[in-house]
């Protein structure tokens, strides 16, 4: 992409009501624009991050053997209250009347309606387990919507749904998107750990967070040192037994303020004891018969008689991640994209638009980085080399490749490492076997 | 896919309400299912083909140099007070309250949203022309939704919005929208041609809808012949002058009922003269300043003075046209997708599951197939042969290879041609290539 072409618009100022780092730079970096208290706009460079996010989710989610589909974002009422969530719920769900006075609401989660498609299109148990997820836009009317998309009223969530003959096989489910969940982090390029989290009514030992390590974390968190460091399962066979890969991860502590267990952390050796902050951008959770039993969710189990199905559920935040990852990986010129979200892979820098030398180099680099799929920013506009720099650097780019007329003259372009801070002189050739090698 | 590992609850009566047979066949081929009046889930069949609707739309904007972003699906209602749309807009725009009594509103079109992005973001003519477009669900509170996703309630809608210095800049933008969606529509493998439409008080020729040809039509059609089977456009250099290519389709007659003109249509030659039923799946459409005189959406213009800009919009209806493109491809047996937009690429029918040399075969064809990145679905389920063959027709992809006991003694699988129903008996290797090659 040519800027010039682009649709960027800077903010040079931060609006005073952004208190956080991602809030700030989102803004400052054009990626999101507020429309209104806690709904968003999101402009090109923010639209792509939210994208490469969701595809990655998307990818791990069908490895372990999730099916896509899609839920409307308006509901009717109906099914909330055969659940007694639409009492329940209270000010944060969007309430709606239509045209025909009927009381609509915008989903704020899809438990209920997933259990009446369920109960409506499987009848025998041979076609469990199922487990189904989408990614939609959901609305929380937040009392206070703040954080930018950390806490905004409308976001964009995948929720998985799971449903099982019994308790036992919905473990299995539950370990799939425990192990799904580690590989979706890993690739996003940022540490986040399994805490565990309040299974309510239900008990048992099936309910995680998933917790990115940030300075600026919501909450605090406890954990043993050997659980963070900890390397994602990768490719592992999603119908094969996970117990595996799922306990030696549940047997290490890890908590965050309110689940902690002082007397349980105590007992992790001092020097794995680790204190960090962090931000929750998962949850999973089995929970039984809740949703079944009062919508009749039965099949036909292997005995012939009817039985109530087993469910669980499983959200990601993904447009909460754009603002997590920015949190967790930032400094004081910008954001710093791990490679796997960065909106481009590189950006090019020409110092001397117009100038014959320069402009060859810099169309020869982005015609090259381009073929190899690197999709590349290429700053093709008249402004200031400080401005460029500086934008290169707050867009948070992997790399940055300069183009400028003393370097040609040596026969050199300069490559930036934006994590590092590293420069190299590298002839053209050197500089793109660098960045596609 | 195998298909025990999908989720495709066919339906085996047609519901009463569904009177078109787009309707009919998404629900009885479990592409979806209506969750309350006129407002639909797209079980994992319906959200692959509207997925690879979208992804095609989204591909053809990028290349004709639209840049993509996203907006929320709810809005302020302050932005329609200003340009006078809160009131007119009338009982189709779903009205919201939030928690704290803001009037809100659930989008059914984004021109005064746009406008205000861009009147907060751009100063300069020099940062023109600016197109934009995102893909988001749209919300019009039909009074009688009716013909499933045809005419549904909650849609995606693809909308694009250009921001020029002047009407004969604008012009340009709407030929490069023009022409990307000729092109859109011809790689989704339908016929959709441009019709003049009502340019409303703005005049001019500005205006068009694109309609794709099919039986159960809404609109009666009358076109000139040439125009219908011309070639599309293709690879074009959209920063090039691309009005010959929209000349010499604007100079061939072509309208809706509405905007018919009998004298016209005499002029056109008798053997030229083509009258046909219709689907509008498109609108292009130039409305000059609009949006931007309430709104004061100005730039400094070329000559230092704060100009006004002028707009277009331009849509196309991505959920109704997964409903379109069956109207228009389907036949007694069920939906006979264009390749380019089938959910598989091909699906495999195991005739005898659990005989050693049909899984052997089939598992073959699944692998090879898979690897190709065809996408096959593989029928592995223990329904009968009659069973499969019904379904595979329904669901309409593109070939079926059958394989079964008696084809592999002679050392063959049988593929068919879903639109053509021809059948050829081929060697495994045969198959594979006819359906890669």
């Known amino acids: 992409m040519r800027l010039t072409k682009y649709f960027l618009p800077l903010l040079k100022e931060t609006p005073s009501d952004a208190t956080i780092a991602s809030h700030q730079l989102m803004l400052r970096a054009g990626m999101v624009r507020q429309n209104s208290a806690g709904i968003y706009s999101w402009l090109p460079l923010g639209h ?141 390029g940022i540490k986040a750990i399994p805490v565990k989290a309040d299974p309510g009514p239900i008990g048992g030992d099936l309910s995680h967070e998933f917790v990115i390590l940030a300075e600026s974390g919501e909450s605090g968190v406890f954990a043993h040192r050997d659980l963070v460091e900890m390397a994602p399962p990768g490719d592992v066979d999603f119908d094969s037994d996970l117990s595996g890969e799922v306990d030696k991860r549940m047997a290490l502590y890890a908590a965050t303020d309110e689940m902690h267990d002082e007397a349980a952390y105590d007992a992790v050796p001092a020097d794995k004891r680790m204190e960090a902050r962090g931000i929750e951008v998962g949850h999973i959770f089995y929970f039984g018969t809740k949703y079944s039993e009062p919508m009749g969710a039965k099949v036909q189990g292997p005995d012939g008689k009817p039985t109530t199905i087993h469910g669980g559920s499983y959200g ?22 791990p490679a796997s979200v960065a909106p481009f892979g590189a950006g090019i820098i020409n110092l001397k638009v117009g100038d014959e030398a320069c402009d060859r180099v810099a169309e020869e680099l982005y015609a090259k980085l381009s073929e190899a799929g690197l999709d590349p920013l290429y700053d093709d506009s008249s402004d200031r080399g400080g401005v460029k720099f500086s934008r290169m650097d707050l867009i948070g780019l992997p790399f940055a490749i300069t183009v400028g007329p003393r370097g040609i003259k040596d026969g050199v372009v300069e490559v930036k490492d934006r994590r590092t801070g590293e420069r190299e002189s590298l002839s053209v050739e050197a500089a793109i076997a660098k960045l596609t090698g």
Chains 1, 2 share one sequence.
Do not use: C
């Not at 438990?111 to 409506?120: G, V």
């Not at 935040?317 to 990852?325: M, N």
């Open 48 to 188: 792509k991050v939210l994208k490469k996010i969701e595809q990655i989710v998307r990818e791990e989610q069908d490895r372990a053997g999730a099916v896509e589909m899609l839920m409307p974002t308006i509901q009717s009422a109906d099914l909330w209250k055969e659940t007694g969530r639409y009492d329940a719920y209270g000010p944060e769900m969007l309430r709606i009347t239509d045209r025909h006075d009927q009381e609509m609401l915008y989903g704020p989660t899809n438990e209920d309606m997933i259990t009446d498609i369920f109960r409506t299109s499987v009848q025998s148990y041979k076609r469990l387990p199922a487990l189904l997820y989408h990614i939609q836009w959901k609305f929380r009317d937040e009392r206070r919507p703040r954080f930018g998309v950390m806490r905004g009223r409308e976001f964009l969530m995948k929720d998985a749904y799971s449903f099982d003959i019994d308790e036992a096989s919905a473990r299995q489910s539950y370990y799939r998107m425990f192990v799904a969940y580690l590989n979706t982090f890993a690739r996003l």
């Open 316 to 337: 990601i935040g993904v447009s909460r991640l754009v603002a997590a990852i920015i949190e967790a990986s930032h400094d004081d010129n910008g954001i710093v994209w």
